[in-house]
């Protein structure tokens, strides 16, 4: 379909689709609770769950109280002031210096997220005004005016725009954000360069694709197409789908050539062929989800589930364990952590499977979840770093990059993969502090969930309803574990506790019944890769541990056996900290604690060289 057609056929649809939005809305509803039948399970989509007392509950209210303060006039300031309009306040900085092109959109997401998983109506009020204000500065020609601070090109930031629009309407009740988001879109079909050209490794330039990560473009388009009922949304999404990549993985999770290119976008690209699959069926695209998966998982990823060095993919010839030497630059924390959120997401829903909640658990207790806050004029995280010896957290020196913008949509996310759902079950996915209110044609259940996990071994889930009610309850039982183990008000329950899989206790339940699962949490080593088998992190339970190195002690001779490992390590004063004390009585105060306790430039050790292999 060429620009001119394109163009003339949003101009033509845009009226019916307008026209047609309540019915999408309820569509989108219907397929959000799994009417689709390539959706096994449900989120609750932003809806019915709170979350309780804990370092990523309070990681969360630290962003949104900032988010809400950052001045809306400093927000809007470069757009009004491109549109001729009266433009109190002052640039945001860094990235956003010219205009907040960089983070709007993924902002507009962030808040009606936010607003719907809450209710907090002041969050949705601010996003409310940055949309509508920042639609009156769209151009005559329908020109969003989005541009990327680095390039120059309208893509980037234009798709995160698409998203934020599309969250707007499903999250915030906006009945304007469709139209808004068809008149740019229309505009942007008839002037986005189509060069599509794929990337490759090339050492000097990251982003060798042309356009600029056009290959995440689909996903948002997709769901416009979902939300909207217009068909141009979904023509304009297959423009952008990125075959030659994606194909790599369609009969191998160990394809020869998808390294070399940048990390986070080519996560990302992967929730684009998600919502390919959710709009099609396609089964070749699920197939290459899973492997895509397998891949990032067997040969990508470090023991914090983060992944990329140098923003890159790399071979799976020992780089990965070969960059600890050389790289801070280690894992794009923020950004990288969204892309496998989602992409752990979409399989989830897609499959089924236990095991993809696996990463989601490492993301938010070693990826964002291990974050430095955002803070002052735009000052955040960026990227975590595990080098050998002497590796510290400190703030990107840029404001406002894409990170900040990523960030609200993370702290947003926290509420999305806790629970799950299908027809007739409840399923905990993530343990954490958190309640959730469950509508069910027979009667509500809400589930609270207390727990001090990942610090201590039990979670305990009580039940609050108005009748007894039958179904299954569901729970994860991650990957690494061994031993789990479950009571039912109080008493031992015979219930298969495989990892990696759903453990399932099937009853009539009443509201005051309560279930304590205990995960216990030993002490093991995870090797960087299997070219380096000696160079491992310290792991407790999802958790991993980094040396405290203000005693400015080496740690050597960490002993191969983890059964002696779980001897010498033991622990200390503050909840999940432990002292090496090793059998020589020699005057060791190295202490380990949890990666996301350690503080802004405060050195650490994660990554330690054994004399021989572990032994488990």
């Not at 009266?86 to 009606?112: E, F, I, R, Y």
């Not at 500065?137 to 680095?150: E, F, V």
């Not at 803070?375 to 990059?401: C, E, I, M, P």
Request: net charge positive.
């Amino acid at each position: 379909m060429d620009t001119r057609t394109l163009r003339r056929d949003f101009l033509k649809t845009a009226p019916v689709a307008a026209g047609m939005l309540a019915s999408a809305v309820r569509a989108l509803g219907a397929q959000a609770s799994g009417s689709s039948s390539r959706v096994r399970l449900e989120s609750f989509n932003f809806q019915g769950v709170r979350l309780r007392e804990s370092h990523w509950q309070m990681q969360y209210q630290a962003a949104h109280d900032y988010y809400l303060a950052v001045s809306n006039d400093d927000i809007l300031q470069g757009f009004r002031a491109a549109a001729g309009l009266p433009a109190p306040g002052n640039p945001l900085g860094g990235w956003c210096a010219k205009d907040s092109s960089t983070v709007l959109g993924q902002w507009l997401s962030g808040m009606s997220r936010i607003y719907r998983a809450t209710g907090d109506t002041a969050m949705r009020d601010k996003a409310v005004y940055l949309m509508t204000e920042w639609a009156k500065t769209i151009a005559p020609d329908g020109d969003s005016r989005m541009r990327s601070p680095l390039s120059g090109q309208p893509l980037y930031p234009f798709e995160k725009l698409v998203c934020g629009l599309v969250d707007m309407q499903v999250y915030a009740d906006r009945k304007d954000a469709i139209p808004t988001l068809e008149k740019v879109t229309n505009w942007a079909a008839k002037t986005f360069s189509r060069d599509r050209t794929p990337a490759v490794p090339n050492p000097s330039n990251l982003f060798s694709g042309q356009p600029r990560e056009w290959y995440t473009f689909s996903e948002n388009l997709y769901r416009a197409y979902q939300v909207s009922g217009n068909p141009e949304f979904k023509s304009f999404a297959e423009v952008w789908l990125y075959h030659p990549y994606w194909n790599k993985f369609a009969t191998t999770p160990s394809p020869a050539d998808a390294w070399g290119v940048h990390a986070y976008s080519h996560v990302n690209t992967f929730s684009s062929a998600a919502m390919h699959y959710e709009v099609t069926g396609d089964p070749t695209t699920l197939r290459i989800l899973r492997n895509a998966y397998d891949f990032l998982q067997s040969t990508q990823c470090y023991a914090t589930g983060g992944y990329g060095p140098d923003e890159r993919l790399l071979p799976s010839d020992g780089s990965l364990g070969k960059s600890l030497e050389s790289r801070a630059n280690t894992f794009e924390a923020v950004c990288g952590s969204w892309a496998g959120f989602k992409l752990a997401g979409y399989l989830t829903r897609f499959t089924g499977e236990a095991r993809y909640g696996d990463w989601s658990e490492q993301l938010l207790y070693n990826g964002v979840g291990a974050a430095l806050p955002i803070t002052g004029q735009g000052k955040h995280f960026y990227y975590a770093d595990y080098r050998l010896n002497a590796a510290v957290k400190v703030y990107n020196r840029s404001a406002y990059t894409c990170c900040s913008g990523s960030y609200i949509q993370n702290m947003a996310e926290y509420h999305n993969q806790i629970y799950y759902k299908d027809a007739s079950g409840l399923y905990v996915n993530l343990y954490l502090p958190s309640e959730v209110t469950w509508p069910r044609p027979d009667g509500e259940v809400k589930l609270v969930q207390d727990t001090r996990y990942p610090e201590a071994e039990t979670t305990t889930l009580a039940f609050e309803m108005k009748r007894s009610l039958n179904f299954p309850l569901k729970f994860r039982v991650p990957g690494w574990s061994r031993d789990v183990s479950v009571k039912v008000n109080g008493a031992a329950a015979n219930v298969a506790c495989k990892p990696g899989t759903w453990a399932t206790i099937a009853r009539t339940w009443k509201s005051g019944d309560w279930v304590e699962i205990r995960i216990p949490l030993v002490l093991r080593y995870v090797a960087v890769d299997p070219q380096h088998p000696k160079r491992v992190a310290v792991v407790r339970g999802p958790v991993v541990m980094a040396q405290d190195r203000l005693a400015q002690e080496p740690v050597s001779g960490l002993p191969e056996m983890e059964a002696t490992l779980n001897k010498w390590l033991v622990p200390d004063a503050a909840p999940a900290v432990f002292r090496l004390v090793p059998p020589s009585g020699a005057n060791v105060t190295a202490k380990f604690q949890p990666f996301y306790a350690i503080g802004e430039s405060y050195p650490y050790r994660m990554y330690f060289d054994l004399d021989k292999p572990p032994v488990a």
